[in-house]
């Protein structure tokens, strides 16, 4: 059964810092690139950062220099390091193989980051 468990998200000011994990079941996952997705109500699922299976990286515009991706093969688990958190960071965070992978619609319950004062 494949799996995506997200878990580290919280209430956090604006200017601080989270880390998110998230566990994969199920899969290869040495054999998969990930990524990190966030969705606000009423928006689209955007995504935030993505790691190879080498290890290269991608990160949208609003997460360079403040967040960085990394993944554990071993644990079978990707991470998602996160500073200087603004209040526009607020949306429930998912992780997924991405687009071109079977398991693009196996989407987990995400975990809730939510940045205020």
């Known amino acids: 059964q494949v799996q995506f468990v997200e878990s580290g998200g919280g209430l956090v000011q604006p200017g601080g810092s989270l880390r998110l994990s998230c566990a994969a079941s199920?899969?290869?996952?040495?054999?998969?690139?990930m990524g990190w997705y966030r969705q606000v109500p009423g928006k689209q699922r955007e995504l935030v950062a993505r790691?190879?299976?080498?290890?290269?990286?991608y990160y949208a515009d609003s997460a360079k220099g403040r967040f960085t991706i990394s993944r554990d093969n071993a644990k079978n688990t990707v991470y998602l390091q996160m500073h200087n958190l603004r209040r526009e960071d607020t949306a429930v965070y998912y992780c997924?193989?991405?687009?071109?992978?079977?398991?693009?619609?196996?989407w987990g319950q995400g975990t809730q980051v939510t940045v205020s004062s």
């Open positions: 997924n193989p991405g687009p071109g992978s079977p398991w693009y619609g196996y």
């Open positions: 199920g899969i290869i996952f040495s054999s998969h690139g």
């Open positions: 790691i190879t299976t080498g290890g290269s990286t």
